[in-house]
């Protein structure tokens, strides 16, 4: 029987890793991430984890030291937020190249400058071609959830990539919701154990990491990353399926939300496709057949996918919790158009920033975004597919 | 314990082996060579370098000079990296997943660029952390493997790429840091100064201790570069015996906060014995630059002092 439990998203990634028990945790505190290696040094503390937890100066040594531990042929994990990944930014390509499979708890937060503690998504807008499996959480259940699901799916030998788990800082990893948790000895089954096939700490086999790489091999060494990318999404799936046999709850590349029969939609991460859930619930009701497509994995990019389930619409938004600054769209948007393009399905698509650093994101800005994507499938015309939500005039 | 360190030499197998691509006349890859001979035999050790020389010269893909294991991730971060590394060694130990009992001990390597500089942070996080590891920081005095930029521990006035001995400004004006008593500063169990070559012995004696001294340890170990301090490729044994004999860089040890001078020259040489054959203190000996070698041989003679002082109140 799965445990009922009240707990905030940041508790609930905490908890995910006491059942993972990784042999390293390194981390370094940064709002709003700062209670998950607060609950998980207490789990150490208390004995109740068999985790040696490195307590680092500084977020570029919480990366190095994973790298250093996951390197050694141990499983190592950490949690950050915002400049926080920033400061890791140079170790968080090398461990991809270094094909270790780290674990990070990431509760998205603006990046500086100003700075700001509050929730968008330019932090991990800022690695989303660091080679890093990426996977984002509407709410607690499913940082939870993808925590679990995590170690399986960046250790597989197709695969071998670090992998963060995304959630909106405050939003959801502050706010107390209901949760389905699973038992200690499911979750620790269901991981598995730790069989790294070359680690440095094998004495039967020594091996050198991190070479200098120059121009006759680097290449195919970037190809072979790009492929592992690319296996990750058959892994993903494969690892999902799994999972709904031990909870019923079923995972796949994205959600769709009443998009079968849907003539206009929106395409979100995170916590706004929980509040635009309720706007299509309405919606609804009035007649309006409205959608939602909720990307859960990023990274690898479902383009193919993506484009085959918004072909039947008559007009889509993008709502980027980033701006690229780039006076095109952000990130989300040019990735959505161009799976679409490229797979041939051409249906007139806006792109919305909205919430940027915490601006609140309300049902009735959601819905004006689709009372214009009503105006635009009646006449197929977009004047201006880069627009603001929630902007001051 | 008796032992004769020629023999050492002779009949213990180098673990960097032959083959790196380091200038002729470094005087980095012995240190990396006698600090790994103090290993026992049957001890598997993981090496851990920072971007630099030495780094980019024993690991190109795919051939490597190490024989043990190794790992290299960035410039800056070779403290923070074999933290990691350390504590997985703790962790799957203490948990039984190691498939033998043996002992592996943790070494890293740096130039005073990824040590002195950029890497301070790493490196001072790691010591206090109290990881059982050994940080050895072979000091060539500057940015060697970019071309001979100043660091902070570029002796003052020095001629270097970023620091160039020009008309209105004579070299590096700064003095240099000094590393080992920010260590010191540390509280560490173990914290020493050496040389790679020409004193085999104080090298080989200080990094055993360091090695099997449980907890943080760190050794600052001068090592010529004839690059950047542009002496004559053969005089990298001469070029070590004065930086000894002028006190430019004393063989000192510090055993959990009580200092020992290893060597006291019978005769302290002038400083200029260390200057004239390096090309980058060569501005210092022009006519009307006197003013230079006073006061390096002060800055000299002022640390010197400083070292007896320490050597004498910490042994009270």
């Known amino acids: 029987m799965s445990i009922r439990e009240r707990l905030s998203g940041n508790e609930a990634a905490a908890i995910a890793m006491k059942q993972i028990n990784p042999d390293v945790v390194a981390a370094f505190p940064i709002t709003p991430s700062t209670e998950i290696p607060q609950y ?10 068999d985790t040696e937890f490195v307590a680092v100066e500084s977020e570029h040594s919480a990366m190095s030291a994973c790298v250093g531990a996951e390197a050694a042929g141990s499983r190592a994990m950490t949690a950050t937020s915002a400049n926080g990944l920033s400061y890791m930014w140079e170790m968080i390509y090398i461990a991809s190249s270094m094909r270790l499979p780290i674990v990070m708890s990431l509760v998205n937060r603006a990046v500086s400058g100003p700075i700001n503690i509050h929730n968008d998504h330019s932090d991990a807008m800022g690695v989303r071609d660091a080679g890093w499996v990426m996977l984002f959480s509407e709410n607690n259940q499913e940082a939870y959830d993808n925590l679990v699901m995590a170690h399986r799916i960046a250790e597989n030998e197709k695969v071998l990539l670090p992998l963060m788990v995304c959630q909106d800082g405050f939003i959801t990893s502050h706010s107390i919701e209901n949760i389905e948790l699973i038992e200690d000895d499911k979750v620790k089954e269901f991981v598995g154990k730790y069989n790294p096939k070359h680690y440095l700490l094998n004495d039967k086999e020594k091996i050198a990491m991190g070479p200098l790489d120059l121009q006759p091999y680097l290449f195919e060494h970037k190809r072979q990353q790009a492929q592992a990318m690319a296996n990750a999404k058959d892994v993903i799936l494969e690892v999902s399926k799994d999972f709904e046999k031990m909870t019923g ?44 497509l909720k990307i859960r994995v990023f990274r690898p990019f479902p383009a193919k996918e993506i484009a085959e389930a918004l072909s039947g619409l008559k007009a889509i938004a993008v709502l980027d919790k980033s701006d690229s600054l780039n006076a095109v769209g952000g990130p989300l ?29 309300k049902a009735d800005d959601i819905e004006k975004v689709y009372m214009d994507l009503q105006k635009i499938a009646e006449t197929g015309n977009v004047d201006n597919p880069y627009r603001y939500m929630g902007l001051r005039g | 314990m008796a032992y004769n360190v020629k023999e050492i030499m002779a009949n213990k197998p180098s673990r960097l082996t032959a083959g790196h691509r380091m200038c002729a006349g470094c005087g980095a890859p012995p240190v990396a060579r006698m600090v790994l001979r103090a290993l026992k035999e049957e001890d598997n050790a993981v090496v851990a370098c920072a971007t630099g020389c030495m780094e980019v010269s024993t690991f190109i893909y795919p051939y490597t000079a190490w024989t043990d294991s190794f790992i290299h991730t960035a410039f800056e971060n070779a403290a923070a990296t074999l933290s990691g590394v350390e504590a997985a060694y703790k962790s799957l130990k203490r948990q039984g997943k190691l498939s033998n ?25 790691a010591m206090e952390r109290g990881h059982d590891m050994v940080y050895v920081c072979y000091d060539n005095g500057a940015y060697m493997n970019t071309g001979i930029q100043r660091s902070s521990a570029t002796p003052r006035f020095a001629d270097t790429t970023t620091s160039p001995a020009g008309s209105v400004i004579p070299g590096k004006m700064q003095s240099r840091k000094d590393l080992a008593k920010v260590m010191v500063a540390h509280h560490l169990p173990y914290v020493a100064q050496s040389i790679g070559v020409n004193n085999f012995k104080d090298l080989y004696e200080k990094s055993e201790k360091a090695i099997y001294t449980e907890g943080p340890a760190f050794l600052n170990v001068l090592a010529p570069c004839p ?8 005089m990298l044994m001469q070029i070590n015996k004065l930086a000894v004999d002028t006190c430019y860089w004393p063989l000192y040890e510090v055993i959990d906060g009580k200092y020992t001078i290893n060597y006291k020259p019978a005769k302290k040489l002038p400083i200029e014995e260390f200057l004239r054959p ?36 910490t042994n009270k």
């Open chain 1, 40 to 49: 998980f040094s207490t789990f150490v503390s208390n004995g109740v984890v």
């Open chain 2, 227 to 234: 690059r950047g301090w542009g002496y004559p490729t053969d």
């Open chain 1, 333 to 361: 948007f040019t990735d959505v158009t161009s799976a679409m393009y490229v797979n041939k399905v051409i249906v007139p698509t806006v792109n919305y920033i909205y919430g940027i650093g915490g601006r609140d994101t």
């Open chain 1, 249 to 292: 709850r079923k995972y796949g590349l994205f959600e769709e939300y009443k998009l079968e029969d849907a003539e206009i939609a929106i395409v979100c991460m995170n916590s706004t496709a929980g509040t635009t859930k309720y706007v299509v619930d309405e919606l609804r009701n009035k007649g309006i057949k409205a959608g939602l």
């Open chain 2, 101 to 125: 009992d043996g002992h592996t001990k943790f070494l890293a390597f740096g130039g005073d660029g990824g040590t002195y500089d950029i890497g301070i942070q790493s490196l001072s996080g």
């Open chain 2, 278 to 313: 390096q090309k980058r203190f060569k501005h210092m000996f022009k006519p009307g630059n006197e003013w230079m070698i006073e006061a390096f041989q002060k800055e000299v003679d002022d640390r010197w002092q400083e070292l007896l002082d320490l050597e004498e109140i």
